[in-house]
Protein backbone atom coordinates (compact mmCIF):
# COMPACT_ATOMS: atom_id res chain seq x y z
CA UNK A 1 0.00 0.00 0.00
CA UNK A 2 0.75 3.79 -1.11
CA UNK A 3 1.80 5.60 2.72
CA UNK A 4 0.06 8.70 2.42
CA UNK A 5 0.24 9.86 6.21
CA UNK A 6 2.76 8.86 9.21
CA UNK A 7 0.02 6.71 10.61
CA UNK A 8 -0.21 4.16 7.66
CA UNK A 9 3.44 2.99 7.96
CA UNK A 10 2.17 1.01 11.06
CA UNK A 11 -0.93 -0.13 9.11
CA UNK A 12 1.24 -1.39 6.66
CA UNK A 13 3.65 -3.02 8.49
CA UNK A 14 1.16 -5.17 10.71
CA UNK A 15 -0.52 -5.90 7.61
CA UNK A 16 2.62 -8.03 6.53
CA UNK A 17 3.08 -9.58 9.91
CA UNK A 18 -0.07 -11.29 9.60
CA UNK A 19 1.80 -13.51 6.25
CA UNK A 20 4.13 -15.00 9.41
CA UNK A 21 3.47 -18.91 9.35
CA UNK A 22 4.18 -19.47 13.05
CA UNK A 23 1.77 -18.12 15.08
CA UNK A 24 3.95 -17.56 18.08
CA UNK A 25 5.75 -15.36 15.78
CA UNK A 26 3.51 -13.83 14.49
CA UNK A 27 1.99 -12.81 17.81
CA UNK A 28 5.60 -11.93 18.95
CA UNK A 29 6.10 -9.40 15.61
CA UNK A 30 2.77 -7.81 15.71
CA UNK A 31 3.35 -6.87 19.80
CA UNK A 32 6.81 -5.86 18.76
CA UNK A 33 5.77 -3.50 16.30
CA UNK A 34 2.53 -2.15 17.47
CA UNK A 35 4.84 -0.79 20.77
CA UNK A 36 7.78 0.29 18.98
CA UNK A 37 5.69 2.09 16.79
CA UNK A 38 4.43 3.98 20.02
CA UNK A 39 6.98 4.80 21.65
CA UNK A 40 8.62 6.08 18.37
CA UNK A 41 5.63 8.30 18.38
CA UNK A 42 5.57 8.81 22.13
CA UNK A 43 8.97 10.37 22.37
CA UNK A 44 9.03 12.07 18.69
CA UNK A 45 12.09 10.30 18.00
CA UNK A 46 14.59 12.36 15.57
CA UNK A 47 16.45 11.43 13.03
CA UNK A 48 20.08 11.88 14.57
CA UNK A 49 18.56 10.03 17.61
CA UNK A 50 17.65 6.97 15.27
CA UNK A 51 20.91 6.91 13.51
CA UNK A 52 22.43 7.14 17.09
CA UNK A 53 20.34 4.23 17.97
CA UNK A 54 21.82 2.18 15.35
CA UNK A 55 25.00 2.70 15.64
CA UNK A 56 24.77 1.65 19.74
CA UNK A 57 22.98 -1.75 18.40
CA UNK A 58 25.87 -2.11 16.17
CA UNK A 59 28.45 -1.56 18.90
CA UNK A 60 26.57 -3.74 20.96
CA UNK A 61 27.08 -6.39 18.62
CA UNK A 62 30.57 -5.74 17.65
CA UNK A 63 31.88 -6.36 21.52
CA UNK A 64 30.64 -9.60 21.50
CA UNK A 65 33.98 -11.52 22.56
CA UNK A 66 34.35 -15.55 23.66
CA UNK A 67 34.99 -13.97 27.38
CA UNK A 68 32.35 -10.96 26.84
CA UNK A 69 28.85 -10.85 26.42
CA UNK A 70 27.19 -7.05 26.10
CA UNK A 71 23.96 -8.13 25.25
CA UNK A 72 23.75 -9.83 28.17
CA UNK A 73 24.91 -6.84 30.37
CA UNK A 74 22.58 -4.46 28.40
CA UNK A 75 18.99 -6.71 29.13
CA UNK A 76 20.41 -7.25 32.78
CA UNK A 77 20.51 -3.78 33.81
CA UNK A 78 17.44 -2.92 31.87
CA UNK A 79 15.72 -5.28 34.47
CA UNK A 80 14.75 -7.11 30.97
CA UNK A 81 16.36 -10.70 31.93
CA UNK A 82 14.79 -10.18 35.77
CA UNK A 83 11.09 -9.77 34.60
CA UNK A 84 11.65 -12.92 31.57
CA UNK A 85 12.80 -15.00 34.64
CA UNK A 86 10.10 -14.24 37.01
CA UNK A 87 7.40 -13.97 34.57
CA UNK A 88 8.16 -17.89 33.35
CA UNK A 89 8.58 -19.74 36.78
CA UNK A 90 6.91 -19.47 40.65
CA UNK A 91 3.74 -20.24 38.76
CA UNK A 92 4.11 -17.31 35.88
CA UNK A 93 5.26 -14.86 38.45
CA UNK A 94 3.01 -15.44 40.83
CA UNK A 95 5.42 -17.16 43.61
CA UNK A 96 8.70 -17.00 44.71
CA UNK A 97 11.35 -19.16 42.99
CA UNK A 98 14.56 -20.27 43.16
CA UNK A 99 15.27 -19.66 39.88
CA UNK A 100 17.24 -16.35 38.64
CA UNK A 101 19.63 -14.75 36.03
CA UNK A 102 22.16 -16.94 34.23
CA UNK A 103 24.79 -13.83 33.56
CA UNK A 104 27.34 -13.54 31.39
CA UNK A 105 29.92 -16.48 33.09
CA UNK A 106 28.65 -19.77 32.85
CA UNK A 107 30.83 -22.16 31.22
CA UNK A 108 30.07 -25.63 29.97
CA UNK A 109 32.12 -28.85 31.19
CA UNK A 110 33.28 -27.89 34.70
CA UNK A 111 34.96 -30.35 36.15
CA UNK A 112 33.09 -33.12 38.49
CA UNK A 113 33.99 -32.60 42.20
CA UNK A 114 33.19 -35.30 44.99
CA UNK A 115 30.66 -33.91 47.48
CA UNK A 116 32.26 -32.37 50.59
CA UNK A 117 35.41 -31.51 47.80
CA UNK A 118 36.91 -27.86 46.78
CA UNK A 119 36.51 -26.14 43.97
CA UNK A 120 39.50 -23.34 44.89
CA UNK A 121 42.11 -24.64 41.97
CA UNK A 122 44.98 -21.74 42.26
CA UNK A 123 45.94 -19.67 45.23
CA UNK A 124 42.73 -17.68 46.35
CA UNK A 125 43.43 -15.40 49.00
CA UNK A 126 40.01 -14.94 51.05
CA UNK A 127 37.95 -16.41 54.17
CA UNK A 128 37.00 -20.19 53.74
CA UNK A 129 33.41 -21.14 53.20
CA UNK A 130 31.69 -23.86 53.14
CA UNK A 131 28.54 -24.75 51.13
CA UNK A 132 26.23 -27.17 52.38
CA UNK A 133 22.97 -27.11 50.37
CA UNK A 134 19.84 -29.21 49.38
CA UNK A 135 17.44 -29.80 45.83
CA UNK A 136 14.10 -30.39 46.74
CA UNK A 137 10.77 -30.25 44.37
CA UNK A 138 8.01 -28.17 45.11
CA UNK A 139 6.48 -30.61 47.88
CA UNK A 140 9.52 -30.16 49.75
CA UNK A 141 10.94 -33.74 48.26
CA UNK A 142 14.64 -34.43 47.85
CA UNK A 143 16.04 -34.58 44.55
CA UNK A 144 18.61 -36.98 44.21
CA UNK A 145 21.39 -37.44 41.51
CA UNK A 146 21.10 -34.30 40.20
CA UNK A 147 23.83 -32.16 38.57
CA UNK A 148 25.02 -29.09 40.04
CA UNK A 149 27.15 -26.89 38.40
CA UNK A 150 28.75 -23.90 40.81
CA UNK A 151 30.27 -20.87 40.06
CA UNK A 152 31.19 -17.53 41.54
CA UNK A 153 33.69 -14.69 41.56
CA UNK A 154 37.16 -14.71 43.39
CA UNK A 155 37.62 -12.20 46.38
CA UNK A 156 38.95 -9.57 44.16
CA UNK A 157 35.84 -9.43 42.03
CA UNK A 158 36.75 -11.79 39.33
CA UNK A 159 35.88 -14.83 37.48
CA UNK A 160 38.35 -17.03 36.07
CA UNK A 161 38.33 -16.48 32.61
CA UNK A 162 38.78 -12.94 33.40
CA UNK A 163 41.74 -13.16 35.41
CA UNK A 164 45.07 -14.46 34.46
CA UNK A 165 46.19 -14.96 38.16
CA UNK A 166 43.21 -17.32 38.46
CA UNK A 167 44.18 -21.54 36.90
CA UNK A 168 41.16 -22.64 34.35
CA UNK A 169 38.21 -23.42 36.42
CA UNK A 170 39.25 -21.68 39.26
CA UNK A 171 35.97 -21.76 41.77
CA UNK A 172 34.16 -23.47 39.29
CA UNK A 173 32.86 -27.21 39.82
CA UNK A 174 30.27 -29.62 39.38
CA UNK A 175 28.08 -31.81 41.91
CA UNK A 176 25.95 -34.84 42.13
CA UNK A 177 23.34 -34.65 45.03
CA UNK A 178 22.98 -38.12 46.83
CA UNK A 179 20.12 -40.14 48.01
CA UNK A 180 19.19 -37.17 50.38
CA UNK A 181 19.43 -34.23 47.22
CA UNK A 182 22.21 -32.87 49.04
CA UNK A 183 25.92 -31.78 48.22
CA UNK A 184 28.62 -29.44 49.84
CA UNK A 185 31.73 -28.00 49.45
CA UNK A 186 34.42 -25.78 49.93
CA UNK A 187 35.45 -22.66 48.72
CA UNK A 188 36.40 -19.10 49.74
CA UNK A 189 33.72 -16.29 50.10
CA UNK A 190 33.20 -14.05 47.47
CA UNK A 191 32.58 -10.46 47.28
CA UNK A 192 30.30 -8.18 44.89
CA UNK A 193 32.22 -6.78 41.87
CA UNK A 194 31.48 -4.32 39.14
CA UNK A 195 30.33 -5.58 35.87
CA UNK A 196 32.12 -4.26 32.83
CA UNK A 197 32.01 -0.88 32.19
CA UNK A 198 34.14 -0.16 29.00
CA UNK A 199 31.30 -0.40 26.40
CA UNK A 200 28.04 0.68 25.99
CA UNK A 201 26.70 -0.30 28.99
CA UNK A 202 29.60 1.77 31.00
CA UNK A 203 28.04 4.83 29.38
CA UNK A 204 24.89 3.81 29.89
CA UNK A 205 25.42 3.92 34.00
CA UNK A 206 27.14 6.77 33.81
CA UNK A 207 24.74 8.96 32.40
CA UNK A 208 22.15 7.83 34.62
CA UNK A 209 24.57 8.00 37.74
CA UNK A 210 24.35 4.27 38.41
CA UNK A 211 27.26 2.32 40.03
CA UNK A 212 28.47 -0.59 38.13
CA UNK A 213 28.19 -3.23 41.53
CA UNK A 214 26.42 -6.71 41.85
CA UNK A 215 26.40 -7.80 45.41
CA UNK A 216 28.47 -10.98 45.77
CA UNK A 217 26.52 -14.21 45.17
CA UNK A 218 26.49 -18.53 44.09
CA UNK A 219 25.92 -19.26 40.82
CA UNK A 220 24.48 -22.58 40.38
CA UNK A 221 22.82 -24.36 37.54
CA UNK A 222 20.99 -27.47 38.42
CA UNK A 223 20.07 -30.27 35.94
CA UNK A 224 17.86 -33.48 36.47
CA UNK A 225 15.54 -34.87 33.82
CA UNK A 226 12.01 -34.04 34.26
CA UNK A 227 12.88 -30.73 36.29
CA UNK A 228 12.94 -27.99 34.37
CA UNK A 229 16.51 -26.49 34.54
CA UNK A 230 17.16 -24.66 37.64
CA UNK A 231 19.30 -21.45 36.96
CA UNK A 232 19.85 -19.38 40.75
CA UNK A 233 22.08 -17.09 42.70
CA UNK A 234 22.28 -17.13 46.13
CA UNK A 235 22.98 -13.75 47.62
CA UNK A 236 24.85 -12.39 50.77
CA UNK A 237 22.76 -10.21 52.29
CA UNK A 238 25.42 -7.94 54.11
CA UNK A 239 26.51 -7.07 51.03
CA UNK A 240 26.48 -3.12 50.92
CA UNK A 241 25.38 -3.25 47.51
CA UNK A 242 22.21 -5.64 48.06
CA UNK A 243 19.62 -3.70 47.66
CA UNK A 244 20.93 -1.71 44.72
CA UNK A 245 22.32 -4.60 42.14
CA UNK A 246 22.76 -3.28 39.11
CA UNK A 247 21.23 -6.59 36.80
CA UNK A 248 18.34 -6.49 39.30
CA UNK A 249 18.52 -10.07 40.33
CA UNK A 250 17.78 -9.86 44.18
CA UNK A 251 15.11 -11.09 45.31
CA UNK A 252 14.16 -12.21 48.48
CA UNK A 253 14.05 -16.43 47.73
CA UNK A 254 17.55 -15.83 46.59
CA UNK A 255 18.66 -13.78 49.65
CA UNK A 256 21.14 -16.43 51.66
CA UNK A 257 22.63 -16.34 55.15
CA UNK A 258 26.12 -16.52 55.19
CA UNK A 259 26.87 -16.94 58.29
CA UNK A 260 29.86 -15.66 59.90
CA UNK A 261 31.99 -18.31 62.91
CA UNK A 262 34.76 -16.82 65.16
CA UNK A 263 36.12 -20.13 66.90
CA UNK A 264 37.94 -22.61 64.52
CA UNK A 265 36.35 -25.12 62.43
CA UNK A 266 35.17 -28.17 64.56
CA UNK A 267 36.20 -30.62 61.96
CA UNK A 268 38.85 -28.72 59.57
CA UNK A 269 42.35 -28.72 61.08
CA UNK A 270 43.45 -26.00 58.61
CA UNK A 271 40.78 -23.68 59.33
CA UNK A 272 41.24 -21.04 61.74
CA UNK A 273 38.63 -18.51 63.04
CA UNK A 274 37.04 -16.76 60.65
CA UNK A 275 35.13 -18.75 58.45
CA UNK A 276 31.84 -18.47 56.81
CA UNK A 277 29.20 -21.24 56.08
CA UNK A 278 26.26 -21.01 53.72
CA UNK A 279 23.20 -23.57 53.81
CA UNK A 280 20.83 -22.85 50.96
CA UNK A 281 17.81 -25.19 49.67
CA UNK A 282 17.09 -24.58 46.06
CA UNK A 283 13.62 -25.68 44.67
CA UNK A 284 13.00 -27.29 41.12
CA UNK A 285 10.16 -27.27 39.43
CA UNK A 286 8.61 -29.71 37.42
CA UNK A 287 9.20 -29.38 33.33
CA UNK A 288 11.72 -30.22 30.52
CA UNK A 289 15.09 -30.53 31.37
CA UNK A 290 17.10 -28.14 28.80
CA UNK A 291 21.34 -26.66 28.87
CA UNK A 292 21.16 -23.30 28.12
CA UNK A 293 23.51 -21.84 25.16
CA UNK A 294 27.06 -20.73 27.17
CA UNK A 295 27.13 -16.79 26.89
CA UNK A 296 30.76 -17.34 26.69
CA UNK A 297 33.00 -20.27 25.38
Request: charged residues 25%; negative net charge; proline residues 7%.
Amino acid sequence: MAIERQEDVTDAVLEVMQQTRDPRLREIMTSLVTHVHAFVREVRLTEQEFRETTAILNEIGKLQTDSHNEMVLMAGSLGVSSLVCLLNNGDSGQTETSQSLLGPFWRLNSPHVDNGGTIVRSDTPGLPLFVHASVQDREGNPIAGAEVDVWHASPVGLYENQDPEQVEMNLRGKFTTDSDGRFWFRTVKMVGYPIPTDGVVGRLLQAQDRHPYRPAHLHALIFKEGFKTLISQVFDPHDPHIDTDVQFGVTRALTGDFVQHDEDHPTEADISAPWYSLEYAYVMEPGEAVLPKPPIK
